[in-house]
């Protein structure tokens, strides 16, 4: 019970308390309770029920009710967790991975969707420098992109690139989430974007480069999958 529902209950039995005590009272030590008593304590009983409901209705928080100006929180699922981590270079989820979702993330985005009112979810593939191999194979995103979201199979994409490995396993979840729609009835578009090795943890644009042995830094806290929500109305449609 909430604190609010405890603190009327409260204020409802004291009511019922005094009057109660100002029955026995009018009656006198030797009253005894009749049928039209019982009557009148039920009438006004009922008349206290109403006047506490219409406290409850005032004094209830509505910050809950109406729609929020607040930006609702980013969910990181970062590869820091190993139950969030690809493996290098690739865009498939282990089942751990897949449980965590269903267990842990689908029950908050609900949640943060219906308390921030919205229906839009952003998933954001984010990388570090590492090069995707050195004997990776040419990207074919630009013909096979849209082909894999329609089938919901990526086996046939080849991410020549880090930006192009931060869009495959946003696809990943997306096609995982719309396969699992029903547990985020919320959601009318869940939308993939990469942003490649270029936004850091703290939002500043990456200036860090190949070193001179043409290798990049690896950095397991960048490589993150970030789900941000945000409102179709907010498109102007």
């Not at 839009?120 to 894999?148: F, W």
Request: one cysteine or more; a neutral charge; aromatic letters at 6%.
């Amino acid at each position: 019970m909430r604190g609010m529902d405890l603190k009327h209950a409260e204020i409802f039995a004291i009511l019922c308390g005094i009057l109660l005590l100002g029955w026995a009272e009018a009656r006198g030590p030797g009253g005894v309770f009749t049928k039209e008593d019982f009557v009148s304590l039920k009438k006004a009983n009922e008349i206290l029920k109403s006047e506490l409901l219409k406290a409850q209705l005032m004094l209830a928080p509505t910050d809950s009710k109406k729609p929020s100006n607040q930006e609702a929180p980013i969910i990181t699922l970062s590869e820091n967790n190993p139950a969030f981590r690809f493996p290098s270079g690739s865009a498939q989820m282990n089942p751990d991975f897949e449980q965590k979702l269903l267990g842990d993330v689908f029950p908050k985005i609900q949640e943060n969707s219906q308390r921030y009112q919205c229906d839009v979810l952003m998933v954001i593939g984010h990388t570090d420098e590492v090069q995707v191999g050195e004997s990776r194979r040419a990207s074919n995103l630009d013909d096979q992109l849209t082909r894999a979201y329609a089938t919901g199979t990526l086996n046939e994409l080849h991410a020549g690139s880090n930006t192009d490995l931060g869009m495959v396993r946003a696809l990943a979840l997306v096609n995982f989430f719309r396969a699992h729609q029903e547990l985020i009835p919320s959601i009318r578009y869940v939308l993939p974007y990469s942003a490649g090795q270029m936004i850091q943890l703290d939002r500043s644009l990456s200036t860090t480069f190949l070193n001179d042995n043409n290798k990049g830094l690896p950095d397991e806290t960048r490589r993150r999958i970030e789900l941000q929500l945000t409102k179709s109305s907010a498109w102007g449609q």
